[in-house]
């Protein structure tokens, strides 16, 4: 029978595993079988196929979900990999200690993270996820468990970082927090007018604050094209804390119900959200959460897109044309008509990823959101993906269900060279499909 609970975040492709395994202890993973196509399985939030192993072996890792160690003084911590984002702040905050970066969503596993080397909102002072790993524990399908770090069997800690869950089981990770005074965000909402307006605001904002991000418009034609809100933060301090007696829950300003998304409310969206914001510049201390996780705090959004699922699209294209380039990509999206519900624009810095297959590089990143309608759907895509593959750019593998063969080669050209740390039994959708 379809084992429906292991697919990807947006539904797209639906495929099945043949069968699932569930270790629940760690000494449990020593004795799996991996000998046969095996692929493991986090909390499912990739978009796409990273995580489907159609017709083969899932291993749910999820149980996995311990803390092992803990150092106060230094910040250093060790879990077992399925253990959520979630579960570790709530152990971490209350002592005052924070992911060093964090995704749009808490709710992914620690094995998840590193497998696709994820990026937040400080990617242009923190780099990506990885770059704060200090070891990991690998099991790989000869039985051996491998202790990598940039000292032991460091190629293989190159691959494992942004590898796709394709070199092994990662067993346990351990890594570096950063200090928080408070559990609060210091946060400036900026609204701007155009791509060109955002390009200006990002260039001051990322030499004053180390997280930054823009939500936008892609619906409107002309002057106001890519117009948006650029939301611009740091951790708080205990002063600035206890000034703000107006803490407003920063969160989406209205409830999104899971009914259909068409062009009428993607605009209805887009004018609730810009309509929040009565002044240009708005001034919050927010809890965390809605700074980091605001669709974290909508149950079932992505149901909205109904039941033939959605596609997220995000690529990077390096600073060299990146304006013009962008431009012609709005106008593609824009006169597309098929307006994406959920728009993020946001800057990678000059940090070096640390995975071989690592996706961040410097320059600018757009992820977009699509309701699946087929081949109108996907030649837009193959559309905008010309544009990247022409400009040097490339597309995240994590959100990824339909990038070519060739564009894949073309984005990520040490693959050769990540092969050979591959385990011969790990295997995935995504994996068959580009290699
Ligand atoms: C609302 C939302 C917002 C997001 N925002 C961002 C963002 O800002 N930045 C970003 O980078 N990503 C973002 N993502 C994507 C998400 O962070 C990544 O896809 C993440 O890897 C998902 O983790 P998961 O635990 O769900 O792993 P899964 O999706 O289950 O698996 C992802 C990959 O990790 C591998 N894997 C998982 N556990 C292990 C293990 N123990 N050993 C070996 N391999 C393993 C899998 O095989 C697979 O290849 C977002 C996703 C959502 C739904």
Redesign the pocket.
Known sequence: MENTNYL???KYPKVFPKEVLFPIWLTDVDKLELDDSV?????????GD??L?ENRTL?D?TN?NHIIGFDDDTGIIKCE??I?LKEILEFTVPKGWFLPV????K???????????????NHHTAG??GSHVTEIE?LRSDKVTYKCSKKDNKELFAA?IG?????????TVEFQLIKIETPFMYVESIKFDNLDAFFDLNEESEKLFPYTVSWVDCSTKGKKMGKGIYMRGRHATKAEVNKSFEMKDGALPFPIEASFINNFTVKAFNKLFYGKQFSKLSTQIVPFEPYF?P??MIDGW?KAYGKNGFL?H?FVLPYENCRKNMHLIFEEIVNSGMSSFLT?LKSFGKAESPGILS??KEGITL?IDYRMEGEKTLRLLDRIDKIVAENNGSL?P??DARMSREHFHQFYPNFEEFLKYKDPN?S?S?YRRIK
């Open positions: 990807s975040f947006n692929l493991c399985y986090g909390k499912g939030k990739s978009y990273v995580c192993n291993i890792t996995l990999a399925g959520t964090t995704p749009g969503t709710f992914i596993t620690l094995g998840g993270a590193v497998a696709n080397d994820v990026h937040g909102k990506t996820f690998l494992t590898g796709l869950g394709l070199t092994g089981f990662i067993k996780y669709l974290d992505e997220q995000q993020v996706f961040p992820a995240y994590g959100k790990f995935s995504f």
